[in-house]
């Protein structure tokens, strides 16, 4: 039982190149999201999953889609990026209870990106 | 103003010492209060889930709610060098908030 799992680990991009982020989750879990994590700025949600072809934004969308094709994957592109998307990304899931967002989160180990 | 407050640290304790690490909030629609412990270059993981105000105690770690403050608080007693990592707060309330974590040490 691998949880949450992302690829890939490390990247580094140029500006205005693209890039696609994966994320696995064996827990058969409804939900997922994703988040960055930057310095003094805590975790923030970028776009979110209810279920298999959903998908929903966070706090931070602009700069970044998603696409839930398959329940255990959860895609996050990079269209054009850009040095103000350097961060660390991480990959969540979860089972839904109500409220939403109330329920234990399980995260990937990361995806460490640079965009030069 | 941010609607969660962490202090980031570091902390720097010796092992065997009490820890509190605190955070404090301003929507009033948050109830339900949770600690993620991340250590480095991992992923946050659980470590306390509270609902509205009191206490819960779980082994050394104590999570503290007093929801007329805004403030939530967790406890390490006996801390271990083990228990080096750092903790993140998160608020729910029709949306999940996380503090920007503290990072504390536990020198042996």
């Known amino acids: 039982n691998a949880g949450v799992t992302q690829t890939p680990k490390f990247r580094v991009l140029k500006t205005g190149q693209s890039m696609t982020l994966l994320c696995a989750q064996d827990?058969?879990?409804?939900?997922m999201y994703w988040y960055r994590q930057d310095p003094g700025m805590g975790l923030r949600l970028i776009h979110y999953?209810?279920?298999?072809?959903?998908?929903a934004k966070g706090e931070v969308p602009d700069g970044y889609n998603v696409s839930r094709l398959k329940k255990q994957n959860f895609l996050l592109g990079l269209e054009s990026a850009a040095p103000s998307q350097t961060s660390v990304y991480f990959c969540?899931?979860?089972?839904?209870?109500?409220?939403?967002?109330?329920?234990?989160?399980?995260f990937g180990p990361g995806t460490r990106l640079l965009v030069l | 103003q941010k609607e969660v407050e962490q202090d980031p640290g570091p902390l720097s304790v010796p092992e065997g010492a009490i820890v509190s690490l605190n955070c404090t909030y301003s929507?009033?629609?948050?109830?339900?209060f949770m600690w993620y412990r991340q250590y480095s270059r991992k992923g946050p993981e659980l470590l306390m889930y509270?609902?509205?105000?009191g206490n819960k105690e779980d082994g050394r770690f104590t999570a503290q709610v007093d929801k007329s403050s805004k403030y939530i608080s967790l406890f390490i007693r006996d801390s271990q060098p083990s228990d080096s990592a750092t903790y993140l707060c998160?608020?729910?309330?029709?949306?999940?908030?996380f503090g920007q974590g503290t990072e504390l040490s536990v020198k042996p």
């Open positions: 827990m058969n879990h409804e939900y």
């Open positions: 969540a899931s979860s089972s839904p209870v109500t409220p939403m967002f109330a329920e234990t989160q399980y």
């Open positions: 999953s209810v279920g298999e072809g959903t998908t």
């Open positions: 929507n009033s629609a948050f109830q339900y």
């Open positions: 998160a608020m729910s309330g029709g949306k999940l908030i």
């Open positions: 509270t609902y509205s105000s």
